[in-house]
């Protein structure tokens, strides 16, 4: 029984080592590697393949017994995946150039962010143009046909404070022409106004006391001025026109011509029967002739309330000269 088991396990040791030296040589058991040969029966293998429906498939490329297949009939070719050098063409060639793409910009205005000026009312703007100074504001009036629009509405320029400033010729004009019902201009060199039509302005009240200018300037300002309540001319050159011209407003109440000359007491005559409305009226230190101050206080209105007439205390001859004016206050 020993001896049995012995020849067992030895069999099937030999059996064991024979298996792998077929798997490691590839040579089947009792052959020799070098007498080891694979065939093949084309006949078999051909029967086989046609009842398959499998055709065989030569050098040439083609199946046997069969012609190749018609261009039209024939499956469309693939198309190469992207990456793939296919051909000659440039852009296969690698570094040649970048293809980017370009991704649009977020609405900063739909995500909270900054919105464009554009974007603003009218009313915004104009609320933040009235805190502007005069000369920023005639820049920005240059930036859009909309910004000038409201940079030359009539909310901005209802009062202009343009004290000691130089305003060159057509400057003024410009300015008034927006509307402006309220000038203070004193201590100003005044050019040419330069307007650009005839139609009267909206001035209600000027101050132009102590200006650098000209009668001649004077004179196509207030040509144009038909609403004024008051005015101031102190310290200036004036002239019979100018004067004239003053009467225009016949809605006048407060009148300053302290220290002007240059006019006649027929031109004062024409412009206090003309301004019978004034209430306050200042013409002291004017240099008046006795013509002047019997003008004065025989033509001023009776609506007068206080009437100036410091410096002419030599030509004032005829203290009955302004009996009839209880309620005038007459400063001599």
């Known amino acids: 029984a ?7 396990a030895g069999r099937r040791g030999m059996r064991e080592r024979e298996r792998r030296r077929v798997l490691h040589d590839g040579t089947p058991p009792n052959t020799s590697p070098l007498g080891f040969s694979w ?3 084309h006949a078999d293998a051909a029967s086989l393949m046609s009842v398959m429906g499998v055709q065989l498939i030569h050098d040439g490329g083609t199946a046997s017994g069969t012609s190749p297949p018609h261009p039209q009939l024939s499956p469309p070719a693939k198309r190469p995946r992207h990456g793939t050098n296919t051909g000659p063409g440039k852009e296969n060639h690698p570094h040649r150039f970048l293809v980017s793409k370009r991704f649009r910009r977020a609405n900063a205005s739909a995500n909270g962010g900054s919105r464009s000026c554009d974007e603003l009312p009218d009313e915004l703007l104009l609320l933040i143009f009235r805190s502007l100074s005069l000369p920023h504001l005639l820049k920005v009036s240059q930036v859009s046909r909309r910004w000038h629009r409201l940079a030359f509405d009539q909310a901005l320029w209802y009062s202009v404070d343009l004290s000691s400033a130089t305003l060159p010729a057509g400057t003024l004009g410009r ?12 201590r100003s060199f005044l050019g040419e ?6 139609s009267p302005l909206l001035l209600q009240h000027m101050d132009l006391s102590h200006c650098i200018t000209t009668p001649r300037t004077l004179l196509h300002l207030l040509r144009r001025c ?17 004067l004239r011209a003053v009467g225009q407003s016949q809605d006048l109440h407060r009148l300053n011509l302290s220290s002007c000359s240059g006019f006649g007491h027929d031109a004062l005559h024409h412009m206090l029967h003309s301004c019978s409305r004034l209430e306050e009226v200042n013409v002291s230190w004017c240099g008046f002739g006795r013509l002047h101050v019997g003008v ?5 209105p009776e609506t007068v309330t206080q009437l100036n007439i410091s410096g002419h205390r030599r030509s004032l001859t005829d203290t009955g000269t302004c009996r009839g004016h209880t309620h005038t206050h007459t400063h001599t």
């Open 296 to 300: 004065t206080v025989t033509q001023v």
């Open 193 to 198: 106004p330069g307007f650009t039509h005839d």
């Open 175 to 186: 300015v008034l022409a927006s509307g402006v019902m309220v000038l203070r201009s004193p």
């Open 39 to 41: 065939s093949c029966n």
């Open 226 to 242: 038909h609403r004024l309540i008051g005015l101031s001319l102190e310290g200036l050159q004036l002239s019979d026109p100018v």
């Open 2 to 8: 020993d001896f049995e088991f012995a020849a067992s």
